[in-house]
């Protein structure tokens, strides 16, 4: 017995029973990876917050903190911004990123018009 379906991708399209289990898998790959994009996207927003308060910036010059932190030390910046969580709440920070974050503090305080002994020790 055959059995067909129609393609969500491709609506002209039938799929046989093979093309619509590769298919499935592909859409619970693709679910699976927004979830991840979801996730990810939460912790960096939470992070961002966290620089705001840090070093007393806007949301945007927070993101540029963050992302100059993770190019600078060559960390994926879902990892910096689980670092800067942690260490928000206590924890240590690596060396080379809490340095780092300490430079980027001061430059981009240096633009908002402060002088970098305004903030706070980081």
């Not at 305004?118 to 020790?121: A, C, K, L, V």
């Given at each position: 017995m055959?059995?067909f379906?129609?393609?969500?991708?491709?609506?002209?399209?039938?799929?046989?029973?093979t093309?619509?289990?590769i298919?499935?898998?592909?859409?619970?790959?693709?679910?699976?990876?927004?979830?991840?994009?979801?996730?990810?996207?939460?912790?960096?927003d939470?992070?961002?917050?966290?620089v705001?308060?840090?070093?007393?910036?806007?949301?945007?010059?927070?993101?540029?903190?963050?992302?100059?932190?993770?190019?600078?030390?060559?960390?994926?910046?879902?990892?910096?911004?689980?670092?800067?969580?942690?260490?928000?709440?206590?924890?240590?920070?690596?060396?080379?990123?809490?340095?780092?974050?300490?430079r980027a503090?001061?430059?981009?305080?240096?633009?908002?018009?402060?002088?970098?002994a305004?903030?706070?020790?980081v």
């Open positions: 055959a059995f379906a129609i393609s969500k991708r491709h609506p002209l399209r039938l799929l046989s029973v093309e619509l289990a298919e499935h898998e592909q859409l619970q790959e693709e679910n699976a990876q927004l979830q991840r994009a979801i996730t990810s996207h939460a912790v960096i939470q992070a961002i917050g966290a705001v308060v840090l070093g007393r910036l806007a949301p945007e010059e927070a993101w540029r903190v963050l992302r100059d932190v993770s190019q600078r030390t060559n960390t994926k910046l879902r990892t910096v911004a689980e670092h800067i969580l942690a260490f928000a709440q206590g924890d240590g920070l690596p060396d080379t990123e809490r340095e780092e974050l300490r503090l001061d430059r981009y305080t240096l633009y908002a018009g402060r002088r970098p305004d903030g706070p020790t």
